[in-house]
């Protein structure tokens, strides 16, 4: 490329090759109606925007931190940014002293807290006094979910805005402003240029520091995807494995597998994969998946989990990752079921509800003479020793009765077992019958 960008930065008071601000921070826009991709906050007025405190919710890269200044400076209110990372309480008492001067000569300060879901509680408490007050209007940024992140009385006097990755045309807008701004195209072809706005991944900061990856070259030859794979290295996918991208995956591939999408659940995994993710934390959960919601549909889904676990720990990666996704393959095409867990929940509180009932005395042990005297073991018949194998005896507690906990579906090796317990049912009625004949 040429030096002309040179020469429009100059004419602009802004020479980029001496400037330490990065091109991001020069094409940062000062108005709201500038701000790309996020039109749910562009829409908003000037009097929604005017007063209220706001947490801006979205992935790096998304405009937080130039909407907070936007609102400090539209609304003519001091600016004031802290970053949760390096200041605590102390330097909120700062600030509040100088806030409450300015405040007692009619001027509000904006006090905007960067990656805010760092402040513990009581740094989050220490806000409250202040935003009740009116002293400062807090504009908070965070990549974490609020609801997650901040305390119930800070999410109350505050409006979540959500902030989107900017989707492929914001980043081509944004891509024409940086051109505009350096005064000449980037050399690249178009496929080039596509590849270019897919490697920012919705991070609009992450592609105009891409872009200054390029500026300097020559105007000529315009670069292919290869050429440009040689100058700029492909950015690892984002994710953060103590994150919302951490809990937004796993829950994708869970609920894939659950509905049987076996091409989705092996692209989720892969995301997972390429993304840095712990190989045992996805095969616990694979291992989890396989008893909730596969269950006695498939009988051998635990087993296959954990011997996919063992080769994992024998081979490693890679070789061990096919282990993993061939058992993601059988999770997401094996007959599903949640039986055994809904049955499970309902034994558990069916045993709360009721309490310490004691068992019928026919199903107890009498190794004492007293406990025989007690009427222990009494009335018990032995199941081998009937005809069916089933001797139909009531094992529940007297005073429950018989109550249906497991409803096995008609799926996979449930249908089977649906078909025994059937049998039995009868054989119980047919017995209890004869026995009041």
């Given at each position: 490329m040429s030096n002309k960008h040179m020469t429009k930065a100059k004419d602009l008071n802004e020479p980029l090759l001496d400037a330490p601000k990065p091109l991001a921070e020069l094409l940062r826009p000062d108005k709201l109606k500038d701000v790309l991709g996020q039109p749910q906050v562009t829409s908003l007025s000037s009097a929604q925007l005017q007063n209220g405190s706001?947490?801006?919710?979205?992935?790096?890269?998304?405009?937080?931190?130039?909407?907070?200044?936007?609102?400090?400076?539209?609304?003519?209110?001091?600016?004031?940014?802290?970053?949760?990372?390096?200041?605590?309480?102390?330097?909120?008492?700062?600030?509040?002293?100088?806030?409450?001067?300015?405040?007692?000569?009619?001027?509000?300060?904006l006090l905007f807290v960067d990656e805010i879901h760092r402040f513990n509680k009581a740094q989050q408490d220490a806000l409250l006094p202040a935003m009740e007050s009116g002293l400062?209007?807090?504009?908070?940024?965070?990549?974490?979910?609020?609801?997650?992140?901040?305390?119930?009385?800070?999410?109350?006097?505050?409006?979540?805005l959500v902030l989107s990755p900017l989707d492929e045309s914001a980043l081509e807008e944004l891509l024409k402003r940086a051109e505009t701004y350096l005064g000449e195209k980037l050399a690249l072809e178009a496929e080039a240029r596509l590849e270019l706005v897919k490697m920012a991944d919705g991070d609009g900061r992450y592609l105009l520091n891409l872009v200054e990856g390029l500026m300097h070259l020559p105007s000529e030859p315009a670069l292919d995807v290869a050429a440009l794979g040689v100058h700029l290295s492909k950015r690892a996918l984002k994710y953060d494995r103590a994150g919302d991208e951490h809990f937004n995956l796993i829950s994708a591939l869970h609920k894939s597998l659950r509905a049987s999408d076996c091409d989705a659940a092996l692209y989720w995994l892969a995301r997972?994969?390429?993304?840095?993710?712990?190989?045992?934390?996805?095969?616990?959960?694979?291992?989890?998946?396989?008893?909730?919601?596969?269950?006695?549909?498939?009988?051998?889904?635990?087993?296959?989990?954990?011997a996919a676990w063992h080769s994992y720990d024998r081979l490693g990666s890679p070789e061990g990752d096919l282990a993993i996704a061939e058992l993601v393959i059988y999770l997401a095409t094996a007959p599903k079921s949640n039986s055994a867990y809904v049955a499970w929940k309902a034994a558990q509180q069916l045993a709360k509800q009721n309490g310490?009932?004691?068992?019928?005395?026919?199903?107890?042990?009498?190794?004492?003479?007293?406990?025989?005297?007690?009427?222990?073991?009494?009335?018990?018949?032995?199941?081998?020793?009937?005809?069916d194998g089933f001797a139909a005896q009531n094992c529940f507690p007297d005073a429950l009765g018989r109550p249906s906990l497991y409803q096995p579906v008609e799926r996979g090796f449930e249908r089977d077992i649906a078909k025994r317990l059937a049998y039995w049912d009868r054989l119980r009625a047919q017995k209890q019958d004869a026995g009041k004949s």
């Open positions: 706001y947490v801006l919710w979205g992935p790096p890269g998304t405009g937080k931190t130039t909407i907070a200044r936007i609102l400090g400076a539209e609304t003519g209110q001091d600016f004031i940014a802290l970053s949760a990372v390096f200041d605590g309480v102390a330097d909120l008492r700062r600030i509040f002293k100088a806030a409450q001067d300015r405040f007692a000569q009619g001027q509000k300060t400062v209007r807090l504009v908070g940024a965070t990549t974490e979910n609020p609801s997650f992140a901040l305390n119930a009385a800070l999410l109350s006097r505050a409006q979540i997972m994969m390429l993304a840095g993710e712990d190989p045992q934390y996805i095969l616990r959960r694979l291992t989890r998946f396989a008893s909730e919601d596969i269950g006695l549909a498939e009988p051998q889904a635990v087993e296959k989990a954990i310490t009932l004691m068992p019928p005395k026919h199903i107890l042990n009498a190794p004492t003479s007293m406990m025989r005297d007690m009427g222990y073991g009494e009335g018990y018949h032995y199941d081998h020793d009937t005809q």
